[in-house]
């Protein structure tokens, strides 16, 4: 699986507006309606928010991965967005989360769904990949990024 091939430029925010957990879902919801426009956005929302009842996506090291099921879309959509400042997201360490990995995958895929969330994770724990994410200036250049991490994981 390549998280590269679901995640173009457009779908990337270098510098999220949100300041709290909701308008990141919804900050990054609102980017992906905008990319498929036959979604709903409060239904992505809605999705999104429903998941993080059951426990935070944020799993730490500034990392957090919202994600969710929708029956009405046929492949895997993942957003990214960045904030340098950081954002509390009840994450596992405590500490602010900077970058979201959101994933919205098929109803009826659990298993591409989890192998997409299984090498996000191997993503994070790249300290040289965090670092270069820390860094890069432009969403073209997280977007290299994100597929050369792809290539050695």
């Known amino acids: 699986m390549r998280i590269s091939s679901f995640i173009t430029p457009e779908l990337i925010i270098p510098a999220l507006r949100a300041?709290?957990?909701?308008?990141?879902?919804?900050?990054?919801?609102?980017?992906?309606?905008a990319?498929?426009?036959?979604?709903s956005q409060a239904e992505l929302v809605a999705i999104l928010k429903e998941r993080e009842k059951l426990g935070s996506t944020?799993?730490?090291e500034g990392f957090a991965i919202p994600h969710g099921k929708l029956k009405n879309i046929d492949q895997i959509i993942i957003s990214?967005?960045?904030?340098?400042?950081?954002?509390?997201?009840?994450?596992?360490?405590?500490?602010?989360a900077h970058y979201f990995f959101v994933l919205v995958a098929p109803e009826n895929s659990a298993g591409e769904?989890?192998?997409?969330?299984?090498?996000?994770s191997r993503f994070i724990k790249n300290t040289v990949f965090r670092e270069e994410l820390a860094r890069?200036?432009?969403?073209?250049?997280?977007?290299?990024?994100?597929?050369?991490q792809d290539d050695l994981t």
């Open 136 to 148: 890069a200036e432009d969403r073209e250049t997280l977007e290299r990024l994100i597929r050369e």
């Open 80 to 96: 990214f967005g960045r904030s340098r400042s950081g954002i509390p997201f009840d994450s596992m360490d405590g500490k602010p």
């Open 58 to 60: 944020g799993i730490g």
């Open 35 to 39: 990319f498929f426009p036959k979604l």
């Open 19 to 33: 300041r709290d957990k909701e308008g990141v879902i919804v900050e990054l919801a609102q980017n992906i309606a």
């Open 113 to 120: 769904h989890l192998k997409a969330l299984a090498k996000i």
